[in-house]
């Protein structure tokens, strides 16, 4: 059709269009235009309020969605997680300033569209498996897939080792339903993401506050203290970036510790680049010039904290020339950071996976979670808030626990073991064909441990060895060509999820589908409840537990339906006490709890009748008898609800003695996995690997504001941002190894060797060389195959002994030219 | 049809191309257009600023450029010796110059400025010459080779179109504007009603993780930044302002703060 015969042809039919026509005049396309403009104006079609989930942090979003597609994304100013973690700040404030988001969410359409997606399910038929080996997929129905998956499983619960299936899911996405099948198949060993990220910060604050995610609340801060911790890079929250650049704009100074120049030391006022694995040293230090000098807050250390004066004698040869040899940060810097941050209040301090995944990352914690102690720096405005976390609730599942162990034995193994698990054991394990039984299944969920654990070539050995590994994922990624069937998942824009937890107060908000799956794929959750309809899966009263609705007590065919059933059913009994479809009608489809953030909770005394039908439980912690009280008896799952301190019922900290703890009760007498005793104090050990004169160098990785995990390098607008991952390395040691920027180099480490592209800087410290995580994809997508360098290789597969964090940052190089 | 009169063009020369091109009255991007009691402009704070390059990805998802067109761009320059490194980072949208550089060489008139400051570019006077990005002191401009993000046609990415002008322009296809055209960063002015004002701030704007864009009218010594609320001309007295290469005398909409 020629053009013009088009355009006569609008121009006499679509006068009436509106939209912008007035600006157009009688332009020959003006009348087209005027049509396509009222279709994709801004106020066209519907703008549906979600959840963001190009990471892992669940920003509020507004999709505008046309003729069934999504064409616009934007801030969805409902929702504090975009703006604030203080209720204060979100009330007053967020209706004129409105809400942010981050690059990756701006990028959300070109993965929702990414050509490179799996549409369909496809088999192998290549029986050999490993790295670069042609799966030789073929394409099978859904019918096909469903069938066959189950009838393994059905195969391995017939013989009675229903434990023979392990199980692999992201952290925040739809893991509910997944661990109640896991439970109602029998198998104990579902785990998740959780310990590949930051379960050692978990572990260290666990151990001495008794709570493994508080929050900084920077905003209302004056002295930012952050060790290995990049929220303006690893901008996980979209809010992250305002209430840190508000605290500076307000006065607040930002000292940031890590050894690479990173997207917040570039906006701090003291970058203190440090040696890799040696934070805790620093901070040992600084404790012992807040003692020495008597700078501490003498009121809550000795009412709140327990183990002082073992820790004062601890840290009394710590001194600032001490960690000055152990972490190249000059004695006069610790001297003045550490009475800076004493004497300038409220300050907060803060550790994320910088520190955190080295081998000796949860002691390296608590140590920095003690210069928060030492200034009575938690539930205070501006300091480590303790957050409320109630959201939606998981349902009560009737059925029995699974009778085996766990396959790697890795919760008895790790003295602070993390609910999800230990990825670096179970795979050790499965490689070296260990384990308390013979696992024959994997169902791997929205992970890629080819690209995300350490130690590559073990992770690679460890998936050839299962008989039957299914992934479900966007992609055919790395881990993929080690699967037997891979069926394809959705991404954020197409399922729902609840997100709760990265504020400081109860917030409940929705990720609902803004599009039908775009190939017509089941939602993850309901790909789990066909296969537990097909496997028939009841609970103890014989209940079909993924065909009848739990809130409505009806059986639901349609299996969108029975998870919206089930979905509303968490919201319903959780806090909000709100169904699916009352929340979605709520403005931003997002429940915030007007009471808004509280403060100095552990003061709080319980109740009277709360105390009247309570359990205490009189437990020996060192040379001290603590009553500890529970809302029921231990065996009746009683849950702790707080201690008697001082002749008072109070909230306290969730540690043993109830107070915030110097000597780390949960460890004493502990072995941790390696077989070697744990100490309880957050004492300084030099972490195992250290350079040598064969490899002088350490390796780390961080992440950076374009990118997330290994997810996002496919994304062709993320791309543009930033298409590789360059090795940075320092001026001077490139001169030194005759490094010139831009050069091929090699990059060897005692397990391997990578390729890299040099980047010649002097953004890092000079011991160190390091890149962005999650580039060097050899299959995924056809933007992201072959761009940039992973690091997998070079390091072994290994977790931390105590909390079981993987240890992406345990690794020592040498680097030379290609 | 449109190849016919792109051969039309390149056969006939600059000077027809110009007449033909003025036989169309005005539209959007043309000098009549626009709000004469604004001057939209922009204040950016460096110290708020986190490089996170939101900005782009935003103007990406608003505009639909095609890969090597890029209207917000981010720049980021490494400074200073270990361990006193820093950064010289700026988000830079085009500047909106009152005076300038690429609407003075215009062979064709295609660039022009509207009656609110912002500069445009008309796709159908544009004869892809390339002079206006040689003269653009900011590398504010790009020339849309016709690359795409997706091949695959039946995409549904491919089926949306940009608002870019009112969406004329909406959905690209070979040999036919904006293809072959030099294209540039408009303050987003599609997203401005019948009288010129703003429905909507500009897409790198609204997004800013740091808050660090503000957008709004600087001839009214009133106007609000549209999108936090604060007075412009305050913002501007807050703590000394520059421009980018002032020294120049393009008289640029767009001004910075201080990191």
Known sequence: MSSITRRKFLAGSVLAAGGMSWLLKSRTMQAFAAEVDKRYDFKAGTWIPTCCHMCGGTTGILCQVVDGKVIRIKPNSANPCGFSNISDDFFKNCATEGATMCPKGNSGMMTLYDPDRLAKPVRRTNPKKGIGVDPGWKEITWDEAYSEIAARMKKLRDAGTPEALLWFSEDHCFTHIQGDFCQLFGTPNYSNHSNLCDTARKASFKAVIGDERPLMDAIQSRYILLFGWNPLGATKWAHLPRIMTRARERGAKLVVVDPYYSSTARKADEWVPIRPGTDGALALAMAHVIIRDGLQDKDFVEKWTYGFDKFSEYVKDKTPAWAEKITTVPAETIERIARDFATTQPAVVDVWSGPGQHENCVHGGAAIACLATLTGGYDRPGTLHLPNKKGNAHGHLHADKPKAPRFADDNKLYPMFHGSGVYCEIFKQLAEGKGKYPAKMAMIVFQNPMMSLP????????????????????????????????????????????????????????????????????????????????????????????????????????????????????????????????????????????????????????????????????????????????????????????????????????????????????????????????????????????????YPLFLINWKEATHTHTRTQNNRWLLEFKPDNPLQINRKTAERLGISDGDQVVVESKFGSAKAKAHVTEEIHPEVVGLQHGFGHWAMGAAAKGRGTSDGILRPLRADPIGGQALHKECCVRVKKA | MDMTRRGFLKGAGVAVAAATATALPGCLQEASAGNGNRRWGMVIDLKRCIACKACGAACRLENKTPPGVAYGVFLDEEKGQFPHAYRLSFFRPCMQCEESSCAKVCPTGATSHRKDGIVGVDYEKCIGCRYCIAACPYGARSFDYGHNYIEAANNPYNAIPSSEYGAEYGLRSKGRSPIGNVRKCTFCLHLQDEKGEYREPTACSRTCMGKAIHFGDLKDPEAKCLVHGEKMQELLARRGHYRLKEELGNEPSVYYLPA
């Open chain 1, 455 to 694: 130690g590559t070539e073990t992770v690679a050995k460890a998936l050839a060895s299962l008989e039957f590994v299914v992934v479900n994922d966007i992609f055919l990624s790395e881990t993929s060509q080690f699967a037997d069937i891979v069926v394809p998942g959705t991404t954020y824009l197409e399922r729902y999820d609840w997100n709760t937890h990265w504020v400081t107060w109860p917030v409940l908000a929705l990720r609902q589908p803004v599009v039908k799956p775009i190939f017509g794929q089941p939602a993850e959750y309901e790909f789990v409840a066909e296969l537990g309809r097909r496997l028939d899966l009841r609970d103890k009263d014989n209940k079909e537990f993924f065909k009848i609705g739990p809130l409505s007590g009806q059986p639901i065919e349609n299996l969108t339906a029975w998870y919206e059933d089930y979905f509303s059913a968490e919201s319903k009994n959780g806090a909000p006490k709100l169904t699916l479809e009352e929340i979605k009608a709520l403005p931003g489809a997002v429940w915030v709890d007007k009471g808004g953030t509280k403060y100095g909770k552990f003061k709080s005394e319980l109740k009277a009748e709360d105390v009247a039908k309570a359990t205490i439980v009189k437990a020996k912690v060192g040379d001290l008898e603590i009553e500890q009280i529970f809302d029921k008896p231990k065996d009746q799952g009683g849950k702790r609800i707080g201690t008697m301190i001082d002749g008072k019922a109070v909230k306290g900290f969730m540690t043993p003695t109830g107070k915030v703890e110097f000597v780390l009760n949960c460890l004493t007498g502990k072995k941790d996995a390696e077989g070697k005793s744990c100490s309880d104090l957050p004492v300084y050990t030099p972490r195992d690997w250290q350079p040598d004169a064969q």
